[in-house]
């Protein structure tokens, strides 16, 4: 059985339905992106499958023995935490909270738990610093370590590289999938179609063209093809320093010629593929 | 000098009085980190206005214990700013000043209009301030004071850690299932029972200033939640017995005593943040 599965859902607020019959699921080792533009309900659907927010109709349903509880998630960082005067330890102990239930303290478990989660994810060696001293990446991977103090079986990402450097993003994907592989189901929202595309086993696209399954048939299908090539030629254009409205006027006359573009992108992930597993080794 | 202070000691209400002042500083820095952390910092100075409020109305009313109607009053005005500021159509700051300059201007007015005492500036001043009102405690109050005190600092331990995630990061909390509004309901009573209890000590003006400077002091410095809560309390309770036998010796008022001790301290301790910063 799937460990996360949703039926026809409704998403949207205050009577405004932003997305319609949506129905996908996560099976253990999964690794799910969910890519779509601004607005068009990744994070709604996100506080859907996390409970906090009732689909408008449909159903988000846990199995294969995982407890809604028990997912480990990683929200967008906050202004408040930017600043806050804690450890990396207490932070990461936080992630235990739901173990921890109405105990007033954590046991001696739950610490232990923390501390092999900062091992994992090569921070012990600053588990006393300051938590807003810490660069961007450290930042995330301490807020990664929390998540997996909360769960053994799936991680919930929202945009985790956002705001990071290209080689801090790189390397945080590394680690993402490196969890993966270690036998964790990752769900993550991304901005990033082309390292959605690289490092995902499914996508979830949402928005004008849906599209479920696997990342192979994504790159075929019409959503994928619209959206990879959109991508490739923004990057182009920036690099070739033309400005924001020929951009446009561009991406309506060129879609055919830009479907190349997408094979020759997809076949590139290959070799990129390789350098990333060298980073992956570095300790 | 020792000797005025060993003659003044002998009397049992600066005894009072430093006992309660001791609390109350306790009590009141506990919660300033979280309060200061989630841009709460104006809540305290709403509640004390609502305080302020409910004061005047129990003094109208010829009240001999204000506390009765203070406390349940100032508890409900807590209750309803944090459920404002979530959902909001003002936002959580303006309803906060609206609450806290309407509060204020209300109860002087009725202080104004059925007035009891001949003094009305006077009674209006030490409330506002503090003044003298923590030299006059009875023992009743000094009693209630400290239950209330042990009270708010046990349920401040038992919860500490629920308190940290909660100010950590109030949607992961939410995520693995924490009751986070059932705990910032929590806060915010707490928060309420405070500042009725430092209604005596500094009046109701300067609470806020008892709340936050010494978790805003212990913040420069300090660099986990706990080496920050540990020094906020024990930074507010030396600068409170420091401002009260002050205020007693060279007869300043005491409120305005204890807040001038906690600015110095934040200065100093501002300092040593940027001189350990720069090494």
């Known amino acids: 059985m799937a460990e996360l599965t949703c039926r026809d859902l409704v998403l949207g607020y205050d009577g405004e339905v932003l997305v319609k019959d949506l129905s996908f699921q996560v099976n253990k080792g999964d690794y799910l992106c969910i890519v779509g533009s601004n607005g068009s309900g990744k994070s709604t659907l996100m506080r859907t499958i996390l409970h906090l927010q009732a689909p408008m109709s449909g159903t988000v349903e846990y199995g294969d023995g995982l407890r809604p509880n028990e997912i480990g998630y990683l929200p967008q960082q906050t202004l408040v935490q930017r600043d806050f005067p804690a450890s990396v330890r207490e932070i990461v102990l936080s992630g235990c909270q739901a173990r921890c239930g109405l105990r007033p303290f954590y046991n001696r478990e739950e610490k232990q738990l923390a501390e092999e989660s900062m091992e994992r994810l090569g921070i012990s060696s600053f588990a006393d610093r300051c938590y807003r001293e810490l660069s961007g990446g450290q930042q995330q991977r301490v807020l990664l370590a929390r998540a997996l103090c909360a769960t053994r079986r799936l991680l919930l990402l929202d945009e985790p590289v956002t705001g990071l450097d290209p080689k801090v993003t790189a390397e945080m994907y590394q680690l993402i999938r490196k969890l993966n592989r270690e036998g964790i189901s990752v769900i993550m929202i991304s901005h990033d179609v082309h390292a959605a595309a690289k490092y995902a086993s499914h996508i979830l696209h949402i928005g004008r063209d849906m599209f479920f399954g696997p990342v192979e048939l994504y790159r075929q299908s019409k959503a994928g093809k619209r959206y990879l090539n959109l991508e490739a030629e923004d990057d182009a254009d920036r690099e070739a320093g033309i400005p924001e409205a020929g951009d446009l006027a561009d991406r309506e006359a060129g879609i055919p010629e830009a479907g190349d573009l997408a094979g020759a992108e997809a076949e590139e992930t290959g070799p990129a593929d390789g350098t990333g597993e060298g980073g992956e080794k570095r300790p | ?279």
């Open chain 2, 1 to 279: 000098m020792t000797a005025k202070l060993a003659l003044y000691f002998s009397y049992p209400f600066v005894r009072y009085a430093l006992i309660v002042g001791v609390l109350i500083a306790l009590c009141s820095s506990l919660l300033g980190v979280t309060l200061v952390l989630k841009r709460f910092s104006f809540i305290g100075d709403g509640l004390s206005h609502v305080a302020f409020g409910a004061m005047a109305i129990a003094s109208v009313l010829n009240l001999t214990d204000s506390m009765v109607l203070v406390l349940p009053f100032t508890v409900v005005a807590a209750v309803l700013l944090l459920r404002v500021g979530q959902n909001a159509k003002i936002k959580g700051d303006a309803v906060i000043a609206m609450v806290s300059v309407g509060a204020l201007a209300i109860g002087y007015l009725l202080m104004n209009i059925f007035s009891t005492s001949a003094n009305i500036s006077g009674d209006v001043c030490s409330t506002l301030f503090g003044s003298t009102s923590i030299l006059t405690l009875s023992l009743f109050e000094v009693r209630l004071c400290v239950a209330l005190s042990v009270v708010v600092v046990l349920v401040f331990v038992v919860f500490y850690n629920k308190i940290f995630a909660v100010t950590f990061d109030e949607s992961f909390a939410m995520a693995v299932g924490t009751p986070v509004n059932r705990y910032n309901l929590m806060i915010a009573v707490i928060i309420a029972v405070i500042i009725v209890l430092a209604m005596n000590l500094v009046g109701s003006l300067l609470i806020s200033a008892l709340v936050i400077f010494p978790a805003l002091s212990a913040m420069r410095v300090f660099k986990s939640f706990l080496s920050v809560t540990v020094c906020s309390a024990v930074l507010s309770v030396v600068c409170s017995v420091a401002g009260l036998l002050v205020s007693i010796l060279a007869g300043t008022p005491v409120g305005s005593t204890i807040v001038a001790a906690d600015i110095l301290a934040f200065f100093l301790f501002a300092a040593a943040g940027k001189a350990a910063g720069r090494q």
